[in-house]
C-alpha cells in the first residue's frame, strides 16, 4: 500500500495501482518501495501535516521508521519525506498533532536494554514541521503491551 494525495485528500492505494497511469490530481506522499501504513494528518492554517509508517524499502534505511511530509498549500504539493525515527527498533502507532507553527509527532518504539518495552518517543518542530529536534525525546520506558 502506498499513501496519495487527492486534492489535499489522502488515502491508501495498493502498490498495483503504480503499474498503472494515475489522474494528475493524484500524488504520492509516500515514495518509497515497500510498505506504508498508519497514516494520520493534522492541518494548522494552509499547512498540511502527514505521518506514517514505512518499512524503510527504497528510501535508504534499514527496519521501520515513521516518516514525515508537510504541505504549505493546502496539499497541493508535498516539502520532501523526513525520517523522524532511528533504525533502532519496531515503530507504530504515529500521530501527529499541530498549532500555528508547532508540530508534535509522537510514536511508540520497541526500546530493548536488559527487558524490551515499547517506549513512547516525541518529535518537536517550531518551525512548520521544516526541522525537528535530534534526536526525538523518549517519554517513556513503560512497556505498552
Not at 7 to 33: F, H, K, R, Y
Not at 67 to 90: A, Y
Request: one cysteine or more.
Amino acid at each position: 500500500m502506498k499513501l496519495f494525495s487527492v486534492l489535499g485528500a489522502l488515502m491508501l492505494v495498493s502498490t498495483s495501482v503504480l503499474a498503472q497511469v494515475l489522474p494528475p490530481d493524484i500524488q504520492p506522499i509516500s515514495q518509497d518501495l515497500g510498505v506504508s501504513d498508519s497514516p494520520k494528518i493534522a492541518m494548522s492554517g494552509s499547512s498540511l501535516y502527514v505521518v506514517w509508517r514505512s518499512d524503510g524499502a527504497g528510501i535508504g534505511v534499514i527496519g521501520q521508521q515513521i516518516l514525515f511530509r508537510r504541505s504549505t498549500n493546502f496539499g497541493i504539493t508535498f516539502k520532501p519525506v523526513q525520517v523522524l525515527s532511528d533504525d533502532s527498533g519496531e515503530v507504530r502507532d504515529p500521530t501527529v498533532a499541530a498549532s500555528g507553527s508547532r508540530v508534535f509527532v509522537a510514536w511508540a518504539q520497541r526500546v530493548c536494554t536488559v527487558t524490551c518495552s515499547h517506549d513512547i518517543f516525541i518529535a518537536r518542530s517550531v518551525d512548520g514541521g521544516a526541522t525537528f529536534d535530534d534526536p526525538a525525546i523518549n517519554l517513556s520506558s513503560d512497556a505498552l503491551d
